[in-house]
């Protein structure tokens, strides 16, 4: 089992930056892949980012060119620098994490609240 734990979120203003982290409890070596989802009051589960083991990082279209993706192995932590914050990114942000093995487990942090307001 992996543990998941979302810290950094809060009440920020427009055009803000903030950045998140999700503490993994085990090596991120043994992770194929860990990103962040957003969910919004209302609204579907949206995909984020990614990175994967051998460092391939995807982005939502939404985010490109304002979100970074980024890891510390030796802290076994993933972050999301978030800049140029609108409105609408105002969600509860979840960061999630593959393994690959017998089988594919997909694991979920609590989650931690963003919230983009003047």
């Known amino acids: 089992q992996v543990q998941l734990v979302e810290s950094g979120g809060g009440l920020v203003q427009p055009g803000g930056s903030l950045r998140l982290s999700c503490a993994a409890s085990v090596s991120i070596f043994s992770i194929n892949a860990m990103g962040w989802y957003r969910q919004a009051p209302g609204k579907e589960r949206e995909f984020v980012a990614t990175i994967s083991r051998d460092g391939r990082i995807n982005y939502a279209d939404s985010v490109k060119g304002r979100f970074t993706i980024s890891r510390d192995n030796v802290k076994n932590t993933v972050y999301l620098q978030m800049n140029s914050l609108k409105p609408e990114d105002t969600a509860v942000y979840l960061c999630?994490?593959?393994?690959?093995?017998?089988?594919?487990?997909?694991?979920w942090g609590q989650g931690t609240q963003v919230t983009v307001s003047s």
């Open positions: 999630t994490a593959y393994t690959f093995g017998s089988s594919i487990n997909n694991y």
